[in-house]
């Protein structure tokens, strides 16, 4: 047996590691966009690539048959989709005049 907690076995399911993942990158993502001034970086195509991988890790979690864990794993994902939507609107908004 490996002495790492379950949250660092890659192998395994962890609805933990994706959430705090998608958090992380949010976090990240703010920080290096400068909010609320909002500039460009090309730093931000790291978080949006972590936010990425923390999608792939809950949408892993999700059963065949639905239960309320299923339904729960289903809000997470639908979070960590809005995540990747506002790392993805800090990285491309500073480049459209639309927006600012």
Known sequence: ?????????????????????ALGSMALAFRLS?????HGSAWLVLPLLVACFATFETARCLEK???FYHGAVLL???VDLMVLLMVSFFLLAPYSKFFF
Do not use: C, D, N
Request: proline share 9%; hydrophobic share 45%.
């Open 76 to 78: 997470l994902v639908y």
């Open 65 to 67: 048959r639905w239960s």
């Open 34 to 38: 400068g909010f609320p001034e909002v």
């Open 1 to 21: 047996m490996s002495s790492f907690p379950p949250i660092f076995r890659f192998r395994k399911k962890s609805l933990a590691r994706g959430t705090v993942l």
